[in-house]
């Protein structure tokens, strides 16, 4: 059993829907993360809080929006995504950013994500 | 510019042993890992090399060469849960951590 849990595991959406991913880590860490995997290419990072503030956004289109109410949670708001969206979209978390305690980073088990 | 290879499918038998090589370039370094993921699963940490050599943890070892830009994976007895895929990641000299695109390890009986 993973110390982060995410949910839904599943989602299929319209491209005008809105839906979220939520993401729960229960380690006591400091930073979380998302990450976007897409079959055989490397892992996408796509946001990273730390204390609940916003330390990186590796350019993702304004469509994911993150939100960050505490250190446990972390939330994927989705608004009109592309087909090339569909993914799995991996949280993370970790006990710190920007230093070597963040070398080991505990992984959710991802939401999947379809959009039709 | 930051690059990690790693192939992309490897197959071996139960009982047998493989190594899953990782090589990369970057301009600063501070750490190697690599991570399990099965099928539909989490991804878990498995070994962190930060320093030359062979770090031995039960089946699995790991080994890193900073000189070469070369890590491997080594798995020994492989077993059929040991199916999975194996991604090899490192941490720049920003902390940022780089992914390898992973390799699907594949145990035939």
């Known amino acids: 059993e993973t110390g982060v849990t995410q949910t839904p595991r599943h989602l299929v959406m319209g491209m005008t829907n809105k839906k979220s991913l939520k993401c729960e880590q229960h380690l006591g860490h400091n930073a979380m993360y998302w990450y976007k995997q897409s079959a055989k290419k490397p892992l996408e990072l796509m946001f990273v809080?730390?204390?609940?503030?916003?330390?990186e956004n590796n350019s993702v289109p304004s469509r994911f929006s993150p939100e960050c109410p505490n250190s446990s949670h972390l939330f994927l708001h989705l608004h009109t995504l592309q087909p090339e969206d569909s993914a799995l979209y991996l949280c993370?978390?970790?006990?710190?950013?920007?230093?070597?305690?963040?070398?080991?980073?505990?992984f959710g088990e991802g939401s999947w994500l379809t959009v039709v | 510019g930051q690059n990690i290879d790693q192939p992309t499918e490897m197959t071996a038998t139960e009982g047998a042993i493989v190594q899953i090589n990782c090589t990369y370039q970057t301009s600063g370094f501070n750490g190697l890992f690599w991570y399990q993921q099965h099928a539909g699963e989490a991804p878990t940490f498995l070994s962190y090399n930060v320093l030359d050599g062979l770090e031995e943890k039960g089946r699995f070892s790991s080994f890193l060469s900073r000189s070469k830009g070369y890590s491997y994976l080594l798995l020994k007895e492989l077993q059929m849960k040991d199916s999975a895929s194996y991604l090899c990641?490192?941490?720049?000299?920003?902390?940022?951590?780089?992914w390898g695109a992973g390799t699907k390890l594949i145990i035939k009986p």
């Open positions: 809080y730390n204390f609940k503030e916003q330390t």
């Open positions: 993370a978390s970790s006990q710190g950013v920007g230093d070597l305690l963040s070398h080991t980073i505990y």
């Open positions: 990641g490192l941490m720049d000299s920003n902390y940022q951590l780089i």
